[in-house]
């Protein structure tokens, strides 16, 4: 198992590199000059900026300083808020903030949209067939209703309905539990009916394999056999979704962070794209990477515990 992790590791080392050198390149070519303004800046004081920055050396050059910068933990200097530190606008001390918020947001996020998925997967899979059919048939409506329908429709609407109309929820901020509630429900929604997709039919098919009906035969109760025997095998295509979903939870929280003033990094790409703080969105699409490799990884690792053949 040790041997497995460190092969897992020698592969994302090199792809955190890949990416930081691509975001660099995207970045730095970029047109325009991050300190343009509406008010033209006197040449000898854009040339002690660029100087500042290392922007008059050579692209390599840049790129080498850079580096040398990530591996002593330091993200840069902010090119819109001159002086400030990288580090401190995306990890601002007290956790009130940037990097801490999101990291709240998208863990409630994925436990919500896990527990519930999972468990209207298997319901939707013992219902088939059944009696109760019709439950199977409404929950799969509404999955792939809300499977269909982006954050960028659901967050306003949520918004709309929840807060100006019925008044139950704050439309927007952050600070206190009930500002917490509406934006990760909004954000956990399609991953709930995503996992609950997954779930049923994985179910469905470990349900019909030939081990399930000897259980059966011997006598077995059918929670016994859902329990003991069929969950977890059918569980194993969600542990392997949970890593592209930390990646869909992250890139959407861009969106719900905006619509409810959230003041996480999502808010900061935004701002960091609109201001041409350059430092600031390459920093920021590097830690999304680094999360993305990192969740990935631990989905690999625990998979690899769920199925020891995959260890070999």
């Known amino acids: 198992m040790f041997g497995y992790i460190i092969r897992r590791l020698g592969g994302a ?7 930081v050198l691509i975001s660099f390149l995207m970045v730095h070519m970029t047109p325009g000059d991050p300190f343009a303004t509406e008010r033209a800046l006197p040449p000898e004081v854009l040339k ?3 100087h500042q920055y290392h922007l008059d050396l050579p692209l390599w050059k840049q790129f080498f300083y850079y580096i040398n ?11 819109k808020y001159q002086g400030q530190s990288i580090n401190q606008l995306v990890f601002p001390d007290g956790g009130q903030g940037g990097f801490w918020v999101s990291v709240q947001l998208g863990i409630f996020s994925i436990i919500l949209a896990s527990i ?7 319901f939707s899979a013992l219902t088939r067939n059944t009696k109760l059919g019709f439950v199977d048939r409404i929950i799969g409506v509404i ?3 809300f499977i269909s329908t982006p954050i960028v429709v659901t967050a306003p609407l949520a918004v709309l309905i929840f807060a100006v109309i019925l008044g139950i929820f704050p439309a927007g901020g952050w600070g206190s539990w009930n500002d917490l509630v509406l934006p990760v429900i909004v954000l956990a929604i399609p991953y709930i009916a995503i996992i609950t997709q997954i779930t049923r039919s994985s179910l469905i098919e470990i349900l019909s394999s030939p081990f399930i009906r000897t259980a059966k035969a011997k006598g077995l109760s059918m929670p016994r056999i859902v329990w003991k025997h069929a969950l977890k095998p059918s569980l194993m295509p969600v542990v392997s979704f949970l890593g592209p979903a930390v990646a869909g939870i ?4 861009v969106v719900v962070e905006t619509v409810f003033t959230i003041p996480g990094i999502g808010v900061q790409v935004v701002q960091g794209a609109t201001n041409r703080d350059y430092n600031l969105v390459l920093a920021l699409t590097i830690i999304y990477s680094l999360l993305v490799i990192l969740f990935n990884l631990i989905v690999d690792i625990v998979y690899a515990f769920l199925d020891p053949k995959i260890r070999y």
């Open 116 to 122: 519930f998925g999972i468990i209207f997967g298997i």
């Open 48 to 50: 002690q900026l660029h």
């Open 69 to 79: 910068d990530l591996l002593h933990g330091n993200l840069g200097y902010s090119y």
């Open 143 to 145: 999955a792939m209703l």
């Open 250 to 253: 992250l890139t959407g929280s």
């Open 13 to 19: 080392i090199p792809t955190l590199f890949v990416v």
